[in-house]
């Protein structure tokens, strides 16, 4: 059965872009959300999110009638699930937005359809909405009894594309495909390759499941093995950057940039789906996250020491004493503050620091509310001409492209090489 109308669940950052690509191939798309001013901006040819090229693709699919959103679930031939996945408590995956959205699809769910699961999920994840799904639709049957025969096909697909190059990596990367049967997955495949350039490389659901969490964790671990590495170097007297920089001249080592933390919501997440459903073997995996997560309280105590190495050598008073914190996104030249160690760590110190906090983010226009009680935000030239002690969270381009000779100050905690 070929797909006239293909219905995203979800229009957030994986889901609108997908739903966009689906549409920019003449494909009738109906997206669905729950949050009506997202609905509403959508279908005016708007978007609510920050992704390069998205508002372009979103306006001449909406214009062309080809995309619409909506709250209300609709009939469709396959529906792609891209709903939240955060963690909750202590870091257990939190499934309720799948469910909710399997529920809402469940009535309108016709003999022949295929649901897709695109959230990133623990292992088991898909099979469990398919048995939310058969609990609701008893006169259906699903591929966990018909396998093959199945009335309704389920896949899991996860999404990989990098925030900032969604437009190209969603045309471009090479696609997992998790069918719960053979014919789950021929079925997957034959629709991500409407749009997809990339390949679709065939397995099962759970193996799909893992696979993505296992790429998140891959980069958690090697990213937290650089973190690790800045901490025994500032202990050693050694330049972490020179140091990488020279280790990676060995033609088998790649070791990745340390910082002040791993931010966004995929990396600082996904690893912990892993450690919940195997807590006793997966203690590598536990341990980056634990080694990342540290290091805003670490950068936070390095920040303190240099305040008071200025003021034992100045004798002034703290509070005349202005730090100067250099962006607050979760990584350069984008503007999500979402899950952010810089954010975290100009908390931090607004919150004990009693002379001025100036912040420089070049990629907004308001501080957010939770700093705007202790904090200001000024342009790079005002913080650079008026702060005693630098602190260095995001290696922006316009933070690169002032030359390490022009800044002045003594006191830097460079947590990106950029200054220091
Ligand atoms: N943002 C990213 O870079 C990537 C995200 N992912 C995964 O994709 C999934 C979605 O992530 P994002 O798009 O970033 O999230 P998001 O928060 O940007 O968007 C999710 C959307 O789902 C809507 N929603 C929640 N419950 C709903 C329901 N029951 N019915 C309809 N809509 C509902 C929300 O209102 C929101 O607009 C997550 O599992 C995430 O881990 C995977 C790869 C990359
Ligand atoms: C394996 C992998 O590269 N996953 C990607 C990742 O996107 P995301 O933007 O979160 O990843 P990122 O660029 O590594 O940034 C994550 C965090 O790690 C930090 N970071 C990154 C690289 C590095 O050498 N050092 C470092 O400290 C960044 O500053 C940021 O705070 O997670 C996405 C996701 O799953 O949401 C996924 O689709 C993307 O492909």
Not at 92 to 110: G, N, R, T, W, Y
């Amino acid at each position: 059965m070929s797909f006239s109308t293909i219905s995203v669940i979800g229009l957030g950052y994986i889901g609108l872009p997908t739903a966009a690509a689906f549409a920019s191939r003449q494909k009738t798309v109906v997206g669905i959300d729950i949050n009506q001013h997202a609905v509403d901006t959508i279908n005016r040819g708007a978007i609510h999110i920050v992704e390069p090229d998205l508002d372009k693709v979103v306006k001449t699919a909406v214009e062309a009638g080809f995309l619409r959103a909506s709250t209300q679930p609709v009939e469709a031939d396959a529906y792609l699930i891209a709903v939240p996945t955060p963690f909750q408590g202590d870091h257990e995956p939190d499934m309720a937005f799948v469910k909710s959205a399997a529920e809402s699809i469940a009535p309108v769910l016709k003999k022949g359809a295929l649901v897709i699961l695109e959230s990133t999920s623990p292992v088991g994840s898909t099979e469990q909405m398919a048995e939310w799904l058969a609990a609701l639709r008893p006169d259906l049957s699903f591929p966990q009894q018909a396998g093959e025969a199945a009335d309704i096909n389920v896949a899991y697909c996860p999404e990989r594309v990098l925030p900032g190059q969604v437009m190209v990596e969603l045309i471009k990367n090479d696609r997992v495909i998790g069918g719960m049967t053979p014919v789950c997955s021929a079925r997957a495949s034959e629709l991500y390759k409407i749009f997809l350039e990339g390949e679709c490389v065939v397995t099962n659901s759970r193996t799909a499941e893992m696979c993505k969490l296992t790429e998140n964790s891959f980069r958690d671990v090697n990213i937290a093995f650089a973190n690790e590495l800045s901490l025994i170097c500032a202990d050693q007297g050694i330049n972490v950057w020179e140091l990488i920089r020279l280790a990676n001249r060995h033609p088998r080592v790649n070791i990745l940039q340390p910082g002040p933390g791993v931010g966004g919501h995929c990396i600082a997440v996904d690893p912990w789906f892993i450690v919940a459903q195997n807590p006793a073997q997966a203690r590598l995996i536990r341990t980056a996250r634990e080694v990342n997560d540290g290091k805003p309280h670490w950068v936070n105590n390095q920040v303190k020491a240099a305040v008071a190495d200025s003021l034992a050598e100045s004798g002034g008073r703290a509070s005349e004493l202005k730090i100067a914190c250099f962006g607050l996104a979760f990584k350069p030249n984008i503007d999500d503050l979402r899950e952010s160690p810089a954010m975290e760590i100009t908390r931090m110190i607004a919150d004990w620091h009693s002379g001025e906090t100036l912040v420089v983010e070049p990629n907004i226009h308001q501080l957010p509310k939770k700093l705007q009680e202790n904090c200001q935000l000024v342009t790079l030239d005002a913080a650079l001409q008026q702060a005693d002690v630098l602190v260095m969270l995001v290696d922006h381009n316009e933070f690169k492209a002032v030359a390490a000779d022009k800044v002045q100050q003594r006191w830097i905690v460079d947590t990106k090489g950029v200054w220091r």
